[in-house]
């Protein structure tokens, strides 16, 4: 396979062929460009393959660039700078020719007149991207003929798909904890080596291993708070978010809605209490979207203002909720059988304990009840869907029924759907109720799929009259 030709419109099609080749082939790609111009020079250059690069613009040669770049090994993964796709192996019973074009005898006859005047033109007999003069584009087809130099049968279907978000699983190895902050953890801080806790990444090393592309890796890692620390992409410590946490809402509480500010909460906490960068970590987490200007609104009528106003509150109830199982006395850990290590409080504890957390001034705002209110626990623990399970237990006190409350983030499973599934399913075994299970699994369906058709190949539907459409392991 000497020569690809790709069409000078292969950018605008919607419909890519993606080839398999041996490794000794692609360390030979030798890519020679023709820009836009007829008349500026033929840029040639040869390039390494590396599949594990991110896509980047070639320096010095226009609009040239890296389309695409596969990834994966069990799972293939496609994206380019701000996109992701999935890959499939698809077999036909065609084949697919790959084909170069050569000279003909007219072409050699015009290379060979112009060699008076070009000095630098190079192998007459060879193909015709190695001529030091490019043919004019309008007559290339009766300058060459177009020879079959391979045969392809494998071939590569691909789908848009959501970015890997399981993050949390990798970064968790390695927490940033308070004292090596501060410097009091007796390690160097300059030293790349990763401690016993576990392995540490850069960014290039994440963007290798993820299946998503660069741009949505770095929005994903800034949602989530991560920090660079000694050259190296980190989460802070649980214990320390959540403890932060409490910190800025106990002030944001206390302080005058018109001084509620982040800015206000790191003068006031930092350096004393937390060095600056956890609560620009904090900020990044919990600060209300800046773009959404219908989260500071109640009924498209009330503004918020003060400590609402400054908080994504579906995000802080859930931070609230992992504090919780983070300090509880009465916590009990469960491993999975895929691995997953789920914590557990009876559901009454719990919800005791995240009720009395919330700030009493967000109860009756934007969609958080009042302590009070009817089915107000029911309504509240709908915010943490994707985060906490309830699984009902008989066996209590006088044979009536326990609910325990389950803490597994659903950025800590595994994206491989049926691994996820039957980790979901081993927590509540029974039967769930499908806008809860949706919520697990719903960045793991393409988005030109329904949950409904995707859910099926590994579940039973169950649809009662009244009632939530409920699914049940096959065996």
């Not at 081993?426 to 799929?449: C, M």
């Amino acid at each position: 396979m000497d020569h690809i030709f790709v069409r000078s419109d292969f950018a605008c099609r919607h419909e890519y062929r993606l080839v398999s080749v041996d490794d000794a082939c692609v360390n030979q790609l030798k890519e020679r460009v023709y820009p836009r111009n007829p008349d500026a020079h033929v840029v040639a250059k040869t390039k390494r393959a590396r599949a594990s690069s991110p896509p980047s613009v070639t320096a010095g040669s226009g609009d040239v660039a890296v389309a695409f770049v596969m990834k994966g090994d069990g799972q293939l993964c496609l994206h380019d700078a701000q996109s992701t796709r999935s890959v499939r192996r698809v077999e036909y019973s065609n084949t697919m020719l790959l084909a170069t074009r050569r000279l003909n005898r007219a072409g050699r006859s015009l290379i060979c007149e112009s060699q008076d005047r070009c000095t630098d033109v190079s192998n007459t007999e060879g193909t015709i991207t190695d001529t030091g003069t490019p043919l004019p584009a309008s007559r290339i087809r009766q300058y060459a003929n177009d020879v079959v130099v391979a045969s392809l049968s494998h071939m590569f279907d691909s789908h848009v798909a959501h970015p890997q978000d399981n993050v949390l699983a990798v970064l968790g190895e390695s927490y940033l904890t308070i004292e090596e902050l501060e410097g009091t953890d007796g390690s160097r801080s300059g030293s790349g080596a990763a401690g016993p806790s576990g392995r540490r990444y850069t960014f290039a090393q994440l963007a290798r291993v993820f299946r998503s592309s660069p741009a949505e890796l770095a929005a994903l890692l800034q949602d989530i708070g991560a920090v660079v620390h000694c050259g190296h992409v980190r989460l802070l410590h649980p214990a320390l978010m959540h403890e932060s946490l409490r910190a800025v809402l106990a002030f944001l509480d206390a302080a005058e809605p018109c001084d509620a500010s982040w800015a206000a909460a790191r003068e006031h906490l930092c350096p004393s209490v937390y060095p600056d960068v956890v609560l620009r970590s904090l900020e990044a987490v919990y600060s209300a979207p800046r773009s959404a200007s219908e989260d500071t609104k109640v009924n498209d009528s009330v503004v918020l203002s003060g400590m609402p106003a400054l908080l994504n509150l579906p995000r802080m109830l859930v931070g609230l909720a992992g504090s919780v199982f983070d300090a509880h006395p009465d916590v009990v850990y469960r491993t999975l059988d895929t691995g997953e290590v789920a914590c557990g409080l009876p559901l009454e504890t719990f919800a005791t304990a995240w009720v009395e957390a919330i700030p009493s001034t967000l109860f009756g705002v934007a969609g958080i009840p009042h302590r009070e209110a009817a089915g107000a626990q029911k309504i509240l623990l709908e915010q943490l869907r994707g985060y906490v399970v309830v699984e009902p237990r008989s066996g209590g006190f006088g044979g009536r029924m326990e609910e325990i409350a389950w803490w597994i983030p659903k950025e800590s499973l595994s994206i491989d759907f049926p691994t996820r599934l039957r980790a979901l399913f081993e927590l509540r075994p029974h039967s769930w109720d499908q806008v809860d299970l949706q919520e697990y699994l719903a960045t793991l369906i393409p988005p030109d799929q329904s949950f409904e058709h995707v859910i099926v190949r590994y579940t039973r539907e169950y649809r009662i009259p009244g009632q939530p459409v409920q699914y049940a392991p096959l065996a």
